[in-house]
């Protein structure tokens, strides 16, 4: 899971590119970067990148001096590679002269990388997967001989779009089979952004025109629109569609390859900002409909619950809707004030565990001797669950009743969330007794999920619009390579955690 943004202008934008980057730091902070283009010069600046925040990677970079018009930017949450500066993104390849980001991941990176190494003799300089989808579309404008395009229109229109077709279609011999949305910069023309055929990560569209200057964004949230500030109204890209701005910023826009809509649901229930728009609501309404349906769904809890506590901070509006739907008291627990953007699942375990005690402050005359409503987002490891239930009953609490707004996580995930073996995740199945096993190994009095179909309709979505992978373990494209890029992640997880 990653934060991406680019940005094409009429002025400078490389400021607003990495306020934009501060504001998707939610989204990952192993790494950052950027890289720069003078639409005038014809001329790529030399990339920033490096290992942490935004805000660390660019604290001492004059921004002001780079005069470029357009930039793409990346946060990144690693699910691949083994250094996360060699890995950083973007990335950038010479000739036919193309800078990446992407959020997600491929699925047949292996196969795909061996095919370009061994066919098309392409040296791979990173671990990282979007090097494969970087060069796969790469050999695809080769092939498509881009370079005789006479003008941007034709470029675009017959080079560009058919070797992005290529790219997506698993008919072809150089494609890429997995969640990603992209944004890249291609030299003599333009920006470009598109998603996979089924559209699981999100990507937004807005333009901004003030004191005669222009500005297209393409971002991951919109929550990045929010903080840059006077964007009209985004448009989310739909499934296989892509978008080119040239420099004269015409807008061009295809679907490419459009299937079956498959958005990931976890994005609106855990990963976004509660202010960005998704599935066409704003996140925290989707996550106060969450609370609501529980407090439906168990309202048979509702008089032996005395108050509703929610783990800081995605399951909030949901906590307070419970509260509001049984008429019980909120709070008990608050965030510990830091600026730190790092959240829970962007370190290792051990980090994870010392976490709770570091992030969280525990309210005691609102726990103790009470009939506790636990809410979390998700439970996923059960690592947080069973840490903070623990720690609830250390401070007194007679009860805690654990409410999860996203149904049993009993699958991996192959789409950009770092779950890559079934052995860590605390469910195998969503069945009664593993339910309960799940129950007594974090030490709650009831544990207690949303079905699946009523968190899908909380966030917009249904089980015909929705990746079921990490719920049902039916996947929206070929895992055929997959299991060959797992056991390659466990060895990287190995060694960075050793």
Known sequence: MCGIIGIISNKPVCEDLVR??????????????????????????????????????????????????????????????????????????????????????IANYLSLREKLEKQQSYSFFTNCDVEALLFALSQNLIAEKSYQAKDTPSFVKEKLFPALEKTMSTKSKYHAIGAYSTVAIISNHGLLAFKDPHGVRPLSFAKKE????IQYVFTSETTALHFLKDFQDSYELKPGEAMFI????NVYHKKINQQQEKVCPFESVYFAQVDSKLNGQQVYDARYKLGSALAEHYSELRNIVDTVIAVPKSP?????????????????????????????????????????????????????????????DSIVRGETSKKVVHKLY???????????????????CPGGIDTPTQEELILNNSSKQDIER??????????????????????????????LGCTKRQYPFDMGDYSRFQELRKKYRIKQNA
């Not at 040239?246 to 910023?249: E, G, Q």
Request: proline letters at 5%.
């Open 20 to 105: 934009g980057l501060h504001a998707l730091q939610h989204r990952g902070i192993q790494s950052s970067g950027m890289i720069s283009y003078n639409s005038l010069k014809r001329k790529f600046s030399s990339p920033i990148r490096g290992q942490g925040s935004s805000t660390e990677v660019f604290r001492n970079t004059k921004l002001s001096n780079i005069v470029d018009n357009i930039a793409i930017g990346h946060n990144r949450y690693a699910t691949s590679g083994d250094n996360l500066l060699i890995d950083a993104q973007p990335i950038y390849i010479q000739k036919p002269g193309v800078a990446i980001s992407h959020n997600g991941q």
């Open 210 to 213: 003030k004191n005669k200057t």
């Open 316 to 376: 909030i509006p949901a906590a307070i809707a419970i509260a509001n739907k049984w008429n019980k008291p909120y709070g008990g627990i608050i965030a510990r004030p830091s600026h730190s953007p790092i959240r829970a699942f962007q370190q290792d375990a051990k980090k994870r565990k010392k976490s709770i005690d570091d992030k969280l402050l525990f309210i005691k005359s609102h726990i103790n001797k009470k009939s506790i409503a636990l809410v979390d």
């Open 438 to 467: 799940a129950r007594k190994k974090i030490g709650a009095t009831t544990l207690n999920y949303l079905p699946l179909e009523k968190m899908l309709k909380a966030v917009n979505l249904t089980l015909e619009t929705a990746c």
């Open 394 to 412: 250390e401070l007194g609490a007679r009860e805690v009743h654990l409410f999860s707004t996203y149904p049993p996580y009993i699958g991996i």
């Open 246 to 249: 040239d420099f004269d910023l």
